[in-house]
């Protein structure tokens, strides 16, 4: 019987272990978010694109607008501490987003908002609404970046 509780015990404490070893490393969060942020501007480059052409495909819109919100929710839990230039993976994310950490979430919020806003214009078919709704967005992509990202 103690034999069977030592297994139990060295069977729980593998669980543990191994648990911990599953945890993203930085640079493994790195590229996660990198390849969050590549597909949210997949998304915008789709939406921009349509409203650039002379008749807009709003099923196309739709489809980029998806990719953004599912893309947009993710980006304040994308960065934490230990996963900026320190971590020695090429990042373009500044320190001030870990100095000013308060304002970076309030910002990734505005983004979720103006991304979800962006949804509800597409899902009307109005072009007159997705049009200025998809400016807001890239104004709040554009001061984000401005803060918070490497012009490299």
Known sequence: MKQLHGMAALALGALVLGGTAFAASAGDTIQARQANFKQMGKGMKAVMTELK???????????????????????????????????????????????????????????????????A????????????????????CKGCHDTFKSKD
């Open 53 to 119: 052409a002379d008749s807009p495909n709003v099923d196309a819109i739709r489809a980029g607008v998806a990719q953004i919100n599912g893309a947009a929710p993710k980006v304040a839990g994308f960065f934490p501490k230990g996963t900026g230039p320190e971590a020695g993976v090429k990042t373009e994310a500044l320190p001030v987003i870990w100095q000013k950490g308060d304002e970076f979430k309030a910002d990734a919020g505005k983004l979720v908002d103006a991304a979800k806003a962006l949804q």
């Open 121 to 140: 214009a597409a899902a009307t078919g109005d072009l007159a609404k997705i049009k200025p709704a998809a400016g807001a967005l890239g104004g709040t």
